[in-house]
Nanobody
Framework: VQLVESGGGLVQPGGSLRLSCAASGFTFSTSTMNWARQAPGKGLEWVSTIYGDGSTNYADSMKGRFTISRDNAKNTMSLQMNSLKPEDTAVYYC???????????????????RGQGTQVTVSS
């Protein structure tokens, strides 16, 4: 399994970035794919999930600002990030796995594999 993120960089507050993830080594088209992020000094935070059927799910703080998409023909996934805020500064990871889910035991995140990440810095 190989997941390679790209597209990170420095952007001003209110700006936009588009992250991409190139996937290989597994059946991408039927796999649940995720974006997660880790800010300095914090744990890994789930951002968004896109399922094999194209349905999507977002963390509350990203709804309306971020859009996840996939291209099964190219084995790629993207994250369009708009209206970026300084608190969005983090390393963003592409990950394959169940992502965020809830059961009778609580809510959890599950990733089987993830990439090396791409740095996003939102600063003026």
């Amino acid at each position: 399994v190989q997941l390679v993120e790209s597209g990170g960089g420095l952007v001003q507050p209110g700006g936009s970035l588009r992250l991409s993830c190139a996937a290989s080594g597994f059946t991408f088209s039927t796999s649940t794919m995720n974006w997660a992020r880790q800010a300095p000094g914090k744990g890994l935070e789930w951002v968004s999930t896109i399922y094999g059927d194209g349905s999507t799910n977002y963390a509350d703080s990203m709804k309306g600002r971020f859009t996840i998409s996939r291209d099964n023909a190219k084995n790629t996934m993207s994250l369009q990030m708009n209206s970026l805020k300084p608190e969005d500064t983090a390393v963003y990871y592409c990950a394959v796995g169940r992502g965020y889910y809830c059961s009778g035991y609580g809510c959890f995140t599950e990733y089987r594999f993830r990439g090396q990440g791409t740095q996003v810095t939102v600063s003026s």
